[in-house]
């Protein structure tokens, strides 16, 4: 087939830009979304980030967490998946090296969302 010969990483590039090269132009030649719209959404979801400024001073209501923080959660659930995926993969292939640093990652995850659900909890006064 043609495409046996063309790189993995070249195939890569020419789907990741080629993507880009419709979604960028649709992005700007359809209209936004209406303002009763977003701040329907933002009232249920409270997004944080600087992007919805607008928004936030419309609805008068705050972000329901930080961008920070809801970033360092989603990278944490990311280490975790990938934990997962390399622990398995190791107890399935006989590498102990990958199950044990595999583990070690979604534990390291773990204690991580606990520590922010216990300092959390201190910082609301409620007991742990």
Do not use: N
């Not at 190791?90 to 640093?101: L, R």
């Amino acid at each position: 087939p043609p495409l046996a010969a063309v790189s993995f990483g070249l195939k890569i590039a020419v789907t990741a830009f080629g993507t880009m090269a419709i979604w960028v132009p649709v992005m700007f030649l359809t209209p936004p979304e209406p303002e009763a719209l977003l701040d329907s959404f933002y009232r249920r979801a409270r997004p944080g980030g600087p992007g919805w400024g607008p928004v936030r001073a419309r609805t008068g209501l705050e972000p329901a967490s930080a961008l920070a923080d809801d970033l360092a959660g989603a990278l944490t659930v990311v280490a975790m998946v990938m934990g997962a995926m390399l622990g398995t993969g190791g107890v399935v292939v006989g590498s102990w090296q990958w199950a044990v640093g595999g583990g070690a990652a979604v534990a390291a995850g773990l204690s991580a969302r606990r520590l922010k659900r216990v300092k959390g909890q201190r910082a609301e006064g409620r007991a742990v």
